[in-house]
């Protein structure tokens, strides 16, 4: 039988692909062929405008287009298009969850990644933004900041108003924007370096094995997390140990420094690849790292064979501790829940199309009560903290907030742990109380065995 083979229209059955991410070719940053492009794929949106209530930039846009002299893209002014591209947080939930007209699609529109093409560009023709590309080098900052963590955490707490009005005025760092907490002892030193000891009696024992990748949240300012990670995993039986050389690079990817993202991966990949041979699983603790390493890295480096590798061994940890549980069933010992959590679904978990895994891994907990949020957060890394992006965090985030208000739970927890702390303050501008609990995912599960 001859397979017929459909053609790639709107309508069809062919999964949405991306192609790679070509930063080695000079034409990618060619200020006059990207704007041509944005020009381009800006007048299939103004035909379309289904993706009018994701974010900023679609609104931003469409004003540029309905207010202009001719009510068309051509009346459009290509210098406007910066407004547009910075309004993007690169959530990628136009390309998942709104487009038809993706690739393979003949129009072949991928917004978010356009938009990084922009800034790349920008970048190239005017060098980068000084505070966000310095809030982008979070390994460094991290290890500076955990040796003064107190120092650190003072300076930038929000009742300390005098310095915040300082790094307002000078740096440009928001002054209402929540500032995330550093320890001194970050997660690497904590955990120990092959790890806890598996449990015999865990169900996945002699089975599995899992290399954390911290990430550098979780490494310096959320360790609690990675010690939850680490205790679960224990208790099923899977033997663990850190890896984690070093940060996955979203926030230089949202600055468009593509090249310092590619030599990330092909470090990262080069150091884990070792691991991989022994028969490690890669475990990321973020939803972001998790999307970098499985989707963004192999399009940057989509030539070099262990970036591939890497991304196919790579698990979420809640999505890893739900394919256990199917694999092998859980360790018993979850003590039935309490009160109700509310999940914010972050977009970046989203954007890797494998699913709530969070709210199914909370859900293996005994009489639990787990409300979705699927909302952005508006977050966004450094989006959320410099001034030009604050109010527009805030803004995006609003909805998201108020359906958490509705679902009156105690605890909030979502796989970004940016999103949780930022949804948080906005829950609690809005009621004048936050939620008592803001956590991930896995030290909910972790709490529920009592292994935290």
């Not at 790639?8 to 990618?28: C, K, N, Q, S, V």
Request: proline residues 7%; hydrophobic residues 45%.
């Amino acid at each position: 039988m001859t397979d017929v083979k459909e053609p790639a229209g709107e309508g069809g059955l062919h999964a949405p692909m991306r192609h790679p991410i070509a930063w080695r070719d000079p034409d990618y940053y060619d200020l006059d062929k990207v704007e041509a492009e944005m020009a381009r794929v800006f007048d299939i949106c103004h035909g379309c405008r289904r993706c009018f209530n994701l974010c900023d930039s679609f609104p931003r846009l469409f004003d540029l287009i309905d207010n202009g002299p001719t009510g068309e893209m051509d009346g459009v002014a290509r210098a406007d298009f910066g407004q547009v591209t910075e309004a993007c947080t690169l959530c990628d939930m136009c390309f998942m969850t709104k487009c038809p007209y993706v690739p393979p699609h003949a129009w072949d529109v991928d917004f978010p990644h356009l938009i990084l093409r922009h800034r790349a560009a920008k970048r190239r023709a005017e060098g980068g933004k000084l505070v966000a590309e310095q809030l982008g080098e979070t390994d460094r900052n991290g290890k500076l900041a955990a040796g003064v963590a107190p120092l650190a955490n003072w300076a930038s707490d929000l009742g300390n108003r005098p310095v915040r009005a300082v790094l307002d005025a000078v740096a440009g760092i928001d002054k209402t924007a929540l500032l995330p907490r550093y320890h001194a002892k970050p997660a690497a030193r904590r955990l120990e370096r092959g790890g806890l000891d598996a449990d015999p009696a865990g169900p996945a024992f002699g089975h599995r094995k899992a290399a954390l990748f911290l990430t550098c949240f979780a490494n310096f300012n959320t360790p609690e997390t990675a010690l939850a990670a680490q205790a679960v995993l224990a208790k099923q039986g899977v033997a663990t140990r850190t890896a984690y050389p070093e940060c996955c690079g979203m926030p230089k990817l949202e600055a468009g420094d593509l090249a310092a993202v590619a030599g990330n991966a092909e470090r990262v990949a080069a150091e884990l690849a070792p691991l991989i041979d022994e028969g490690f699983d890669v475990i990321t603790l973020t939803a972001s790292c998790g999307l970098m390493l499985k989707f963004e890295w192999p399009l940057l480096a989509p030539d070099n064979p262990a970036v591939q590798r890497l991304a196919e061994a790579t698990r979420d940890i809640s999505q890893y501790v739900v394919e256990l549980a199917k694999a092998y069933g859980l360790a018993p010992g979850l003590a039935p829940a309490t009160s109700g959590v509310t999940l914010h679904h972050a977009c970046h978990a989203r954007a890797q199309n494998m699913g709530a895994q969070s709210a199914q891994m909370l859900r293996l907990i005994p009489e639990a009560k787990v409300d979705v949020v699927e909302r952005c957060s508006g977050h966004g890394g450094t989006f959320g903290v410099l001034k030009p992006t604050h109010a527009l965090a805030v803004k995006v985030g609003k909805p998201a907030a108020r359906q958490i208000v509705q679902k009156a739970n105690p605890a909030l927890c979502s796989d970004c742990p940016l999103a949780c702390a930022h949804l948080g303050q906005l829950v609690g501008a809005e009621t004048g109380a936050g939620p008592g609990v803001l956590a991930h995912p896995i030290e909910i599960f972790a709490r529920a065995y009592g292994v935290i």
